[in-house]
């Protein structure tokens, strides 16, 4: 007769061990989905001699309102509309087969209390690692040029070709951008009459940065906000797991020597 309380009792007790680990990696991912977390705990489970799957995990987040819910979509920042030159959608088929053969690119804005502030990030389409970014109070070429010129400066593989795919915005056509590009043998190419689609990863990428490192909210000061985006880049590419990568980081996979064909 005392079985079931005792039962009870134990399996409260292991769902409050296995919460005080969600609540441990949402400290430093608060936004991680359920699939990731649950990958991410599953050597800290095992050694705790904890069991839970993914249904389980699914179950339990739901039990305690922890399960992420999406958040709105976002205002369009590009201005295409002008009259510089653009280049064709080069990416539409074949998908990136090693780093630095694919770069997407596109800016978002992010709400302070002191105004508006924009992020420009250049990621890798192989590896879905952040290898550029620049933020600034406003959208000048000069300003979002930023994230090209760090992204060109970690580039391992300058002996190989490389497409850097972007919207039509006029920094993109700009010809300091256009100039950049050409210097160092990369290959611009363009979403072609504003469809969203055709540069879905960088989108995506805006979305992933912003709702799962609260930057989707209005932020304290542009100084808060500059800090938080460089930390938020930094725990992307270093502590996140990817679904596309295997459950690998986009450092990990970034890393990883191609063999040559």
Known sequence: MYKQPKDAAAKQHRAARVKALVDKHRKVLPRLGTRKLHHLMGEELRSKGLKIGRDGLFALLGSHDLLI???????????????????????????????????????TYLKTQEGTMYLNMVTDAYSRRIVGYAVADNMETASMIKAFEMAIAQRKQCDQPLIHHSDRGVQYCSKDYVSMAAANRIVLSMSENGDPYENALAERMNRTIKEEFSMDRTLKSKQQTCALVEESILLYNSKRPHLA??????DQVHK????AT
């Open 256 to 259: 990883t020597k191609i063999p």
């Open 69 to 107: 819910k999406p958040r709105r979509r976002y205002v369009q920042t590009t201005n295409s509309r002008h009259w510089l030159r653009k280049w064709p959608n080069l990416v539409k088929e074949a998908a990136a087969k090693r780093p630095d053969e694919v770069w997407v690119s596109d800016i």
């Open 245 to 250: 990568l295997k459950m690998k980081t986009p």
